[in-house]
T-cell receptor, first 114, second 112 residues
Framework: AQSVTQPDIHITVSEGASLELRCNYSYGATPYLFWYVQSPGQGLQLLLKYFSGDTLVQGIKGFEAEFKRSQSSFNLRKPSVHWSDAAEYFCAVGQGFGNEKLTFGTGTRLTIIP | DGGITQSPKYLFRKEGQNVTLSCEQNLNHDAMYWYRQDPGQGLRLIYYSQIVNDFQKGDIAEGYSVSREKKESFPLTVTSAQKNPTAFYLC???????????FGPGTRLLVL
């Protein structure tokens, strides 16, 4: 069975600093990988996704993520965070082949300090 | 605007009561999902449906029931058998055969 690990429960970053959120997955084949963001009391918004091809994926709001098969990782990055980036971030993995079920990590809460 | 709506935003349940959470989408998506979110546990799949009149149990289906009579609607009933229903419930949908899921704004269920 597939699984996702987000090792950091909570990260605090200064506004304007760079950000990297970690995501490790466990799945036998090439996974379908996603990052979602959730503001307090809201639903999830898709930031970016990786299915195949270029391992560096660009998303919305200036985020990018890099798929590294050798490390089973799909870390999310942003070069300069804004106060509005404070939220909870979820990594998810899908099996592909038309199986639409996703497995989510437990999330990383991001706090931005001025 | 196309999207997913969930109602109500807040729902209160009394002991022994069944309550139903609404989820409607106008994205013309075939697949719909219900997740439960608890602090520190991420999202856990309750039920999903890939086509009208068909649905499958997810990882934590006990104490919940669903129906899928219309493509655009996938209501979730939290039954009295669910002993710890307090949580944030999220509905999602996707195009059949595609993994990208789109989420509604959620319903917070509280027990009186």
């Amino acid at each position: 069975a597939q699984s996702v690990t987000q090792p950091d429960i909570h990260i605090t970053v200064s506004e304007g600093a760079s950000l990297e959120l970690r995501c490790n997955y466990s799945y036998g084949a090439t996974p379908y990988l996603f990052w979602y963001v959730q503001s307090p009391g809201q639903g999830l918004q898709l930031l970016l996704k990786y299915f195949s091809g270029d391992t560096l994926v660009q998303g919305i709001k200036g985020f990018e993520a890099e798929f590294k098969r050798s490390q089973s990782s799909f870390n999310l990055r942003k070069p300069s965070v804004h106060w509005s980036d404070a939220a909870e971030y979820f990594c998810a993995v899908g099996q592909g082949f038309g199986n639409e079920k996703l497995t989510f990590g437990t999330g990383t809460r991001l706090t931005i300090i001025p | 605007d196309g999207g997913i709506t969930q109602s109500p935003k807040y729902l209160f349940r009394k002991e022994g009561q069944n309550v139903t959470l609404s989820c409607e989408q106008n994205l013309n998506h075939d697949a719909m999902y219900w997740y439960r979110q608890d602090p520190g546990q991420g999202l856990r799949l309750i039920y999903y449906s890939q086509i009208v009149n068909d649905f499958q149990k997810g990882d934590i289906a006990e104490g919940y029931s669903v129906s899928r009579e219309k493509k655009e609607s996938f209501p979730l009933t939290v039954t009295s058998a669910q002993k710890n229903p307090t949580a944030f419930y999220l509905c999602a949908s996707s195009i059949s055969g595609q993994e990208t899921q789109y989420f509604g704004p959620g319903t917070r269920l509280l027990v009186l």
